[in-house]
């Protein structure tokens, strides 16, 4: 089975993670620090917080923006649950604002949803693609809301040849296993504000500080969410072959576009002229008359070898969210139901760094062998 995504590790990074493991330091040590400035230097931004997972730095990012109890953020529904669970465990309340046909939020819609109670706009760069975060900037300017951006998709993309981390308050990358850089578990959060890198230090571990000698002082509520010193050596090490593995998925859903341009019976995400990608995930938007025989297809596509996978669930159609809010969905000033047709339609073909070009052949000629024999079969539209 070809997985939709997966990580890839060289000698090096094994060398790498071997030598932390036998130093004197398996956390708390020189190399969280030395892959921080890596990435700093690599994203063009002042300061990064390294955290053990995606999910911990939206903790942290959300908790260092005060977001509390009864506060409103406007977020999409089309990401994974974490994005929307970490503002919820502080207590606030989602309004998920419709996406567009490319799976990123729509801002056209955001400004609508504001109210008084309003904090941050949290949009997530769905597969890579990056979100049109300048307008959402202004928007946000304008009301004078934060902007915490989600890019657990997103690590490398880029907009007029700046990297996405430099444009919101704070920007979010996970480093999980299957992410575009990979510590195993593992995250964080991008800033250039100072004062919101020093509070994540802290939220990070246990909110101490070192005074004299044996003295620490603990100033702030926190927790230990530290990346260990091994983990953070091999995304160092990962950070090298960063652009590499871009380079090979850019390659990947540029013979994709190639193949599938023009097909009568799906559709695919284009990318602004002006946007590079991580291409984090290669979607696939099915056609309606392709909706109802969706399992049969992802099913067919699993038996023939193509790990394929579905992104996303709308996070309001799960049962917590039905049981904590109720049978909301969209709010309804921001919504043209797109979402629910994302998710009926949107299925995830294999793109990623171990894909030879061969493997890349195999994925297009067995999914347009397949979704054309399932055309039209089986449905009532
Ligand atoms: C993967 C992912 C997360 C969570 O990342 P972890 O590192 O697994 O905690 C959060 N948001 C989005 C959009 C993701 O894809």
Redesign the pocket.
């Known amino acids: 089975m070809i997985p939709y995504s997966r990580q890839s590790i060289s000698q090096e990074d094994i060398d790498e993670v071997v030598r932390v493991l036998q130093s004197s330091h398996l956390t708390q040590g020189k190399e969280v620090e030395l892959f921080e400035e890596a990435i700093c230097q690599y994203i063009g931004a002042k300061y990064a917080v390294t955290f053990n ?3 911990s730095a ?1 903790l942290g990012a959300y908790a260092v923006s005060d977001i509390k109890e009864d506060d409103e953020i406007i977020t999409t529904p089309i ?2 649950v ?2 929307s669970n970490m503002f919820v465990a502080l207590g606030a309340k989602p309004l998920w604002c419709d996406v567009k046909l490319d799976g990123n939020i729509d801002e056209r819609f955001i400004e609508r949803l504001i109210t008084p109670k309003t904090k941050a706009i949290v949009p ?1 760069d769905f597969a890579g693609k990056p979100v049109e975060i300048k307008k959402i900037n202004e928007i946000a300017k304008k009301h004078n809301l934060l902007v915490i951006q ?1 890019s ?2 997103a690590f490398g993309s880029s907009i007029d040849g700046q990297k996405i981390g430099t444009f919101a308050d704070m920007t979010i990358f ?3 296993a299957i ?1 575009p850089l990979t510590t195993g ?3 964080c959060v991008v800033t250039d504000n100072e004062e919101f890198a020093k509070r994540l230090r802290l939220f990070r571990s246990h909110g101490m500080i070192k005074k004299q000698l044996y003295n620490s002082d603990m100033v702030m509520l926190g927790h230990n969410f530290r990346l260990t010193e091994f983990a953070a050596a091999l995304g160092h090490s990962q950070l090298k072959r960063l652009d590499n593995f871009l380079h090979v998925r850019d390659k990947i859903a540029k013979y994709y576009d190639e193949r599938f341009k023009g097909h009568k019976l799906f559709s695919t995400i284009k990318l602004e002229a002006n946007t590079t990608s991580s291409r984090h995930l290669y979607p696939i938007i099915l056609s309606p008359a392709l909706q109802c025989p969706k399992e049969d297809i992802f099913k067919e596509l699993q038996e023939r070898g193509l790990g394929v996978q579905v992104h996303y669930k709308p996070i309001y159609q799960n049962s917590y969210y039905k049981e904590k809010f109720g049978e909301i969905s969209l709010h309804p000033k921001g919504t043209t139901h797109v979402s629910d047709d994302f998710y009926r339609s949107e299925i995830s073909i294999p793109c990623h760094q171990e894909m030879s070009m061969e493997d890349t052949t195999f994925v297009a000629d067995t999914f347009l062998e397949v979704i054309e024999k399932y055309a039209y079969r089986g449905c009532s539209f």
């Open positions: 997972s995606a999910t939206l990401s994974f974490a994005t997530v989600d657990s998709h996970s480093f999980h992410k578990e593992g995250g």
